[in-house]
């Protein structure tokens, strides 16, 4: 290696581990050391489990990595209770080269936050079942006027604001958190159909079209079945709130290569050219959305980026003002794409 490259690395803040195709390594620099307590030695040429003894790291090094997905992870080591973000390359016939950075503060932090939101949204949540228990009784117990009854309502619906805010905040922090990680091979077709026959009452109250093209079945996808059902029917919500009175949403699922691709679109208000790019953020409710529906609480999107972010995929837009919008997904098959 050149001398200034290696220079370089051997100075990172990283940790760098490079191994041969037999496991012997090949380069390690003092981070690496450093972060699994070994004193600095030449290990050049000496097996890996022999210098670093942790059974995560010979794992790493050792197992088979089927996907993208795999070699970008977190590695909990048991000894000395450290976590570590790993993101491993491979280069067939040469070796592996793992770079690796401490983030155990960074999860501490974000368990203080995520027992945080846990904690207030249920103490929230209940004495607002009970606001909206009592508020739902009112005219149970005595005749009211208009004007009360508009107060009510304005009441109930901005209980009804609250809790879906505490749902979508909570929902969100247990993503963030890489809470619920199991996946299992899902039958999306079947996800879909499910999303959308749950939905037809919303679309007809609003007698709107909504037309489903699927496949009988598709290879299947590594996922987590509720969540992807919390996908399509944040999309299919998004597109039935922005959409007029009779107007036309489309949902349709095609396996193309390697991937299925989900879309939905609608031929409702759209979204502003310059604000389609803050969409996924959280929060963010573009300006012609506020008028159009009141309830939302700019989140649904950041879920639905998350959760595609959790099953390597990719969703991008298209979108103009008052002709409708397009949402594509595309997930990754499960084998899909093995190296
Ligand atoms: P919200 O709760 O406001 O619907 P989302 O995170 O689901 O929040 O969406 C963020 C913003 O993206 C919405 O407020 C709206 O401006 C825009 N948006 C999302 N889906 C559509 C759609 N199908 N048509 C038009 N605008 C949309």
């Not at 050149?2 to 012997?24: C, G, K, V, Y």
């Not at 709130?241 to 609608?266: C, I, M, P, W």
């Not at 996924?280 to 573009?286: E, H, I, S, V």
Request: hydrophobic share 40%; net charge negative; aromatic share 6%.
């Amino acid at each position: 290696m050149d001398q200034f490259a290696s220079l370089l690395l051997q100075n990172a803040e990283a940790a760098i581990i490079a191994t041969d195709t037999e496991n012997r390594i090949l380069f390690c620099n003092a981070a690496a050391y450093q972060l699994f307590g070994i004193p600095c030695c030449d290990s050049n040429g000496r097996p890996l489990a022999e210098v670093f003894p942790q059974a995560e790291i010979v794992e790493l090094f050792t197992r088979d990595v089927p996907d993208e997905r795999g070699r970008r992870r977190e590695i909990s080591l048991s000894d000395s209770k450290l976590i570590l973000s790993a993101s491993l390359t491979i280069v067939p016939g040469v070796g592996r080269v793992a770079v690796m950075q401490d983030i155990t503060h960074l999860k501490e932090r974000s368990q203080i936050k995520n027992e945080f939101v846990q904690r207030v949204s249920r103490d929230i949540r209940s004495p607002l079942t009970t606001i909206l228990g009592y508020t739902e009784m009112i005219e149970r117990a005595g005749p009211i006027n208009e004007t009360q009854r508009s107060f009510i309502e304005r009441v109930i619906f901005s209980v009804r604001s609250i809790t879906a805010l505490l749902t979508d905040l909570v929902d969100l922090d247990r993503l963030e958190a890489h809470l619920d990680t199991d996946l299992e091979p899902i039958q999306l077709p079947l996800v879909v159909r499910y999303a959308v026959e749950g939905s037809r009452r919303q679309f007809e109250a609003k007698a709107q079209r909504l037309d489903l093209v699927l496949p009988e079945r598709a290879r299947p996808v590594m996922g987590n079945p509720l969540h992807l059902r919390q996908m399509v029917n944040n999309l299919l919500d998004n597109a039935n709130k922005y959409t007029a009175r009779g107007g036309l949403v489309k949902v349709s699922l095609a396996e193309e290569a390697n991937f299925l691709v989900l879309q939905v679109s609608d031929n409702g208000i759209g979204i502003p050219a310059e604000e389609q790019a803050f969409v996924f953020d959280k929060f963010y409710r573009a300006s012609n959305a506020v008028a159009e529906a009141q309830e939302g609480t700019g989140l649904g999107l950041s879920i639905v980026k998350r959760i595609v972010d959790a099953h390597a995929g990719r969703i991008w837009l298209e979108s103009q003002e008052n002709q409708g919008t397009t949402f594509t997904i595309m997930l990754p098959v499960q084998n899909g794409n093995k190296t």
